[in-house]
T-cell receptor, first 114, second 109 residues
Framework: NAGVMQNPRHLVRRRGQEARLRCSPM?????VYWYRQLPEEGLKFMVY????????ESGMPKERFSAEFPKEGPSILRIQQVVRGDSAAYFC????????????FGAGSRLTVL | QKEVEQNSGPLSVPEGAIASLNCTYS??????FFWYRQYSGKSPELIMS????GDKEDGRFTAQLNKASQYVSLLIRDSQPSDSATYLC?????????FGAGTILRVKS
């Protein structure tokens, strides 16, 4: 029974490149959350998605960041034209139902921008 | 701005002692409260959830909630070196969980 699967676990990009992070929720979970954790800081909410819908993107930066959760396949967090300040751990979490209740986190994707 | 505040620590306790971690939150309308543990370089894992005023016990862990004071705490009895981690308080606000910055706990053997 696989948990929340994230890949890649580590990603290195140069400034100006694109980063794509993938997340497959737990079996039976249809709600996905993305959080960002900067070094020595707490988790910051970015976006909450259900299949084919963005429910809450209030934590997403206005530019360069986008997220999707298609009908088939994993949720994807996309960062265009990365900058050094984007270096962080990006965690995906899933839940079985609507609303923030018990979240199960993936292992995270650690992005390093050179 | 929905806020969750925690003392960043580090909180150092000797092995076998009780560790007390505290958290305050800003929105009186919040209904669900969680404690997550995060080891260095790892993902957060849920250790306790609490929804109503009072205490909730699970093994060595006790969560305490006081909605009138907007205060949540976590007690860890008989602390072990393996409990050394960052403890994150999380509060539900509508569709999302808002996390505190975390308290670093160090249990000294």
């Amino acid at each position: 029974n696989a948990g929340v699967m994230q890949n890649p676990r580590h990603l290195v990009r140069r400034r100006g490149q694109e980063a794509r992070l993938r997340c497959s929720p737990m079996k039976g979970h249809s709600h996905v959350y993305w959080y960002r954790q900067l070094p020595e800081e707490g988790l910051k909410f970015m976006v909450y998605l259900q299949k084919e819908n963005i429910i809450d993107e209030s934590g997403m930066p206005k530019e360069r960041f986008s997220a999707e959760f298609p009908k088939e396949g994993p949720s994807i967090l996309r960062i265009q034209q990365v900058v050094r300040g984007d270096s962080a751990a990006y965690f995906c979490a899933s839940s079985p139902g609507r609303g923030a209740n018990v979240l199960t986190f993936g292992a995270g994707s650690r992005l390093t921008v050179l | 701005q929905k806020e969750v505040e925690q003392n960043s620590g580090p909180l150092s306790v000797p092995e076998g002692a009780i560790a007390s971690l505290n958290c305050t939150y800003s929105d009186r309308g919040s209904q669900s409260f969680f404690w997550y543990r995060q080891y260095s370089g790892k993902s957060p894992e849920l250790i306790m959830s609490i929804y109503s005023n009072g205490d909730k016990e699970d093994g060595r862990f006790t969560a305490q909630l006081n909605k009138a004071s907007q205060y949540v705490s976590l007690l860890i009895r008989d602390s072990q070196p393996s409990d050394s981690a960052t403890y994150l308080c999380a509060v539900s606000y509508g569709n999302k969980l808002v996390f505190g910055a975390g308290t670093i706990l160090r249990v000294k053997s």
